[in-house]
């Protein structure tokens, strides 16, 4: 029921562009991406709910395709703050399952 | 902003122990929940709770583990008889249904370590 994320981990320089993506071997209710600091709560960052959507704010943006088997989360001109570990999720029934994490770190 | 809150913060204890675990979450949300995660590790699903009863729970969450909701707002983790793999983040959420989608977006507590010597 996990789903699976790749990559498991990523380094970019500030500036660089990065995808994430999540995967399910079955058809995911809604997709919903969280970005978690060291030592910190996850923080929410975008829910998707249809098939085809995209949507997105400032330089983070995220894709849930047709199926609603994958989605990607994109990183573009990746800032110093970008870095932490990101988590998709789903929810089954009344249970939130967090995808497997990436973890995103950015270098000067 | 509407804030999930937990305490304590960090709590350190004896192997064998008992540790309540507190959270208070968003007061307008209704679905409330426990999540642990072992240092380095995944975020994982210990129980969901809706309408003062468990709606859903992992197979993490055995008979060692119970959770409450002792008054109007709080929302109780009990961990009976600590073991030392206890030991990890646990965090407080809780979500309301986004309207017209079904969707839960859930609200996270920053956490409450737990150290099991």
């Known amino acids: 029921q996990q789903p699976v994320q790749s990559p498991q981990a990523v380094i970019l320089r500030e500036g660089e562009d990065a995808v994430i993506n999540c995967s399910s071997s079955?058809?995911?209710?809604?997709v919903h991406w969280y970005r978690q600091k060291h030592g910190e709560a996850p923080i929410f960052l975008m829910i998707l709910l249809k098939g085809g959507e995209q949507k997105g704010h400032d330089k983070i943006s995220a894709s849930f395709n047709e199926k609603k088997q994958q989605s990607s989360l994109y990183l573009t001109a990746s800032q110093l703050s970008y870095s932490g570990t990101y988590f998709c999720g789903t929810t089954t029934g009344n249970q939130f399952y967090f995808g497997t994490g990436t973890s995103l770190t950015v270098i000067p | 902003e509407p804030e999930v809150t937990q305490t304590p913060s960090h709590q350190v204890t004896q192997m064998g122990q008992e540790v309540i675990l507190r959270c208070v979450p968003i007061?307008?949300?209704?679905?409330f929940y426990w999540y642990r995660q072992i240092l380095g590790q995944k975020v994982e699903f210990l129980v969901s709770?809706?309408?003062?009863?468990?709606?859903?729970k992992s197979e993490i969450f055995d008979d060692q583990f119970s959770v409450e909701r002792p008054d109007g707002s709080n929302f109780t983790l009990k961990i009976r008889s600590t073991k030392l793999e206890d030991s990890a983040m646990y965090f407080c959420a809780s979500s309301e249904v986004l309207r017209g989608s079904g969707a839960n977006v859930l609200t996270f507590g920053a956490g409450s370590r737990l150290t099991v010597l």
């Open positions: 079955k058809a995911l209710y809604s």
């Open positions: 709770f809706y309408n003062n009863e468990i709606s859903e």
């Open positions: 007061s307008n949300h209704l679905y």
